[in-house]
Nanobody
Framework: QVQPVESGGGLVQAGGSLRLSCAAS????????VGWFRQAAGKEREFVSA????????YYADSVKGRFTISRDNAKNTVHLQMNSLKPEDTAVYYC??????????????????WGQGTQVTVSS
């Protein structure tokens, strides 16, 4: 499938951890850059993290740097976002996106072609 699918969202307490996953059966999924974005209620969608096809190159938004880690398991066609030390301001719908045609990581939302349906992450205080 072309559309990636996210999973792993849920409700956690501040300071807790959560691991999001993104998967796609599309045969070229593991060849291209992937990104995580989030959108809080009433807010614009914002960049969170990105990885090149082999995750050698990674980027993080300043707001999550040092707390979140993006990784890839290309043998399983999956991408993960490990989120630690979660804060209430991390509450949002998290989206996985794929930039078909690009192998290097990009933080530009307009470079991404295909988007998942999103998974809700709620952090309580």
């Amino acid at each position: 499938q072309v559309q990636p699918v996210e999973s792993g969202g849920g409700l956690v307490q501040a300071g807790g951890s959560l691991r999001l996953s993104c998967a796609a059966s599309e045969r070229t999924f593991s060849d291209y850059a992937v990104g995580w974005f989030r959108q809080a209620a009433g807010k614009e969608r914002e960049f969170v993290s990105a990885a090149s096809w082999n995750a050698v190159i990674t980027y993080y938004a300043d707001s999550v740097k040092g707390r979140f880690t993006i990784s890839r398991d290309n043998a399983k066609n999956t991408v993960h976002l490990q989120m630690n030390s979660l804060k209430p301001e991390d509450t949002a719908v998290y989206y996985c996106a794929v930039s078909y045609g690009n192998s290097g990581a990009t933080t530009n939302i307009y470079d991404y072609n295909y988007w998942g349906q999103g998974t809700q992450v709620t952090v309580s205080s």
